[in-house]
């Protein structure tokens, strides 16, 4: 099986998106139903609660083990809620599977793995539940793929990602940088592949929780996964992430939903108007570029005629400081800026580089 034939109709039977709410972690029987019953079931379709939780450091709250299964299997029976829980080698399949469990995922720290991630693939073969699998931990885009195909491989038909972050040596405001782009080119690569976002684990904070599930809905993501507790300080893992019931149902009522396309005139007039403005810029900005490539040519054959090296620290230095600061004047971003003066140059040393090898 391909990932390519997959059927999206597992996530069609839900009218609206779908959302996936519960603890981070299961504490108690207590707190597990507690946290079940108060939420919306008009918002909230499916329960998470992790049982068995991956640290990344030893000496923290590691979960509570399969004993949780009977807690979830209760939020089933009783509150007729489909129920979620991360599994992290063959034996966790396999026993979600003896409890019934209706949603399992694979946790970014085990999506690195193949040889967890295939264990995990044979124990659930020809399995008619569905299988999230959350991005890995590094920006790696064929890793993520990779876990899919396994999965793929051994029949399983129902599958779906769970977007939520990518780890990062630099400090951002986020726990983990979303990194769109890397989600965007999945969807792109299998536009039936159902993808979730996973605002908790993105922000790290609850404060930013609305945003980024605001801007999954804007790219058009087919849900959500967001932890929830009733005393979310108070939690056993991932306190700051979490947030109330309520505050879930508050969000999720205010989030604004983007459909696919809009077949008013107004909207396709205009759309195609703006479409030939920008498809016109490109042009020039192509045209801009070649000549700027051209000009840089001319230089590295002056460069090799003198015997100059290539690359001139002073001369680069001054030259990024003057664009950035003019396009930061004309209200383009740093980061922005950065890379794009970082690619010219590459590019134009590249250039030079040939020259001087001619
Ligand atoms: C979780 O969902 O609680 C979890 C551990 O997530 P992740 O694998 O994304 O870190
Ligand atoms: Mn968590």
């Known amino acids: 099986m391909n990932i390519q034939d997959l059927e999206q109709t597992w ?29 919306d079931k008009n918002y909230v379709q499916v329960f998470r609660a992790g049982i068995w939780k ?3 450091k030893p000496g923290n709250f590691e979960g509570v083990g399969a004993i949780g299964l009977n807690w979830l299997k209760r939020v089933k029976d009783e509150l007729g809620m489909p129920v979620a829980t991360e599994v992290a080698n063959a034996s966790h ?5 003896e409890f019934d469990i209706d949603y399992l995922w694979i ?77 965007l080119e999945l969807k792109d690569k299998f536009p039936n592949l159902p993808i979730l976002c996973d605002p908790s684990h993105i922000t790290g904070r609850r404060d930013l929780i609305f945003e980024i599930a605001q801007q ?63 498809d016109n810029i490109d042009n020039q900005l192509l045209g801009l570029l070649a000549s700027r490539m051209d000009i840089s040519k001319k230089i590295g054959k002056l460069k090799k005629e003198h015997n100059v090296a290539i690359f001139q620290a002073d001369r680069w230095n001054v030259l990024k400081k003057l664009a950035i600061r003019n396009g930061v004047r004309m209200g383009l971003s740093k980061d922005f800026l950065d890379q794009l003066l970082v690619s010219i140059h590459k590019e134009s040393v590249e250039l030079q580089n040939q020259i001087m090898k001619e």
Not at 93 to 97: K, Q
Not at 131 to 155: C, S
């Open 11 to 39: 996530i069609n039977q839900f009218d609206k998106p779908l959302v996936i709410g519960g603890p981070c972690s299961a504490e108690s029987e207590k707190q597990v139903m507690e946290i079940a019953e108060k939420l």
């Open 54 to 56: 991956p640290r990344t």
């Open 93 to 97: 399949a396999r026993l979600a599977l």
């Open 107 to 183: 946790g970014a720290r085990s999506t690195v793995s193949p040889f967890i991630v295939q264990e995990i693939a044979e124990a659930l073969r020809d399995t008619d539940k569905v299988v999230l699998v959350k991005n890995p931990v590094n920006p790696d885009l064929d890793l993520w793929i990779g876990a899919l195909e396994r999965l793929a491989a051994q029949g399983i038909k129902k599958l779906g990602v769970i977007h939520r972050g990518f780890s990062s040596h630099n400090k951002s405001k986020y726990r983990n940088e979303p990194q769109w782009q890397i989600a």
């Open 216 to 278: 999954a809905f804007n790219l058009e993501y087919n849900g959500l996964m967001i932890e929830t507790h009733c005393h979310p300080d108070e939690a056993w893992s991932d306190a700051k992430q979490q947030i109330l019931p309520e505050t879930l149902k508050e969000i999720l009522v205010d989030l604004t939903l983007r459909k696919k396309n809009d077949t008013s005139d107004r909207y396709s007039t205009l759309l195609s108007q703006y479409r030939n403005e920008i």
